[in-house]
T-cell receptor, first 113, second 118 residues
């Protein structure tokens, strides 16, 4: 059974810092990996999607990398802002079995002004 | 383009009462998902539809939960009767899907329905 782990569970940083969120998964036979943002009481906003054949994706200040062989992905946030405060979730889609995303429990990020 | 629409946004009911949630996916998206999210956890799949067919409902508690997607567009998720442990956020998502059956495309989520069972 695929398991997705996110470390750290919570993170507090001062504004302007560059930071890295980590995601690891146990089954490397993934089709893609998605990073989401969730604000309190809200749904999930898709940030980046990395196909299994890709190594990284970038969008603005966000960069996500994927290393399938080691079962790891990182989300890099450059020059963090208070508006980045949210919970960040990673999720993987397997080639086989259930054709639905398996999520980690998320990293709760707070950026202090 | 409108995103995934869900209603209601919030629902408070007494235990043993019925409740229903509605979802309208992004236009043209063939695949629709219902996820359950408990506090402090990531979402977990309840049911997945490819068009009007429920192709994965293995985690749906069928003694009390039911779902339908008539005409392959909107979907309704129902709980009857609700239990205290059903308090959670119910998320609907959609994706383009594919003819091969592998939903490889990006999933887009609605705002969710927060259910509180008293």
């Amino acid at each position: 059974k695929q398991e997705v782990t996110q470390i750290p569970a919570a993170l507090s940083v001062p504004e302007g810092e560059n930071l890295v969120l980590n995601c690891s998964f146990t089954d490397s036979a993934i089709y893609n990996l998605q990073w989401f943002r969730q604000d309190p009481g809200k749904g999930l906003t898709s940030l980046l999607l990395i196909q299994s054949s890709q190594r990284e994706q970038t969008s603005g200040r966000l960069n996500a990398s994927l290393d399938k062989s080691s079962g790891r992905s990182t989300l890099y946030i450059a020059a963090s802002q208070p508006g980045d405060s949210a919970t960040y979730l990673c999720a993987v889609l397997l080639y086989t079995g259930r054709r639905a995303l398996t999520f980690g429990s998320g990293t709760r990020l707070q950026v202090q002004p | 383009e409108a995103g995934v629409v869900q209603s209601p946004r919030y629902k408070i009911i007494e235990k043993k009462q019925p409740v229903a949630f509605w979802c309208n996916p992004i236009s043209g998206h063939n695949t629709l998902y219902w996820y359950l999210q408990n506090l402090g956890q990531g979402p977990e799949l309840l049911i997945r539809y490819e068009n009007e067919e429920a192709v994965d409902d293995s985690q749906l508690p069928k003694d009390r939960f039911s779902a339908e997607r008539l005409k392959g567009v909107d979907s309704t998720l129902k709980i009857q009767p609700a239990e205290l442990g059903d308090s959670a956020v119910y998320l609907c998502a959609s994706s383009l899907g594919s003819t091969s059956g592998l939903s490889y495309n990006e999933q887009f989520f609605g705002p969710g329905t927060r259910l509180t069972v008293l």
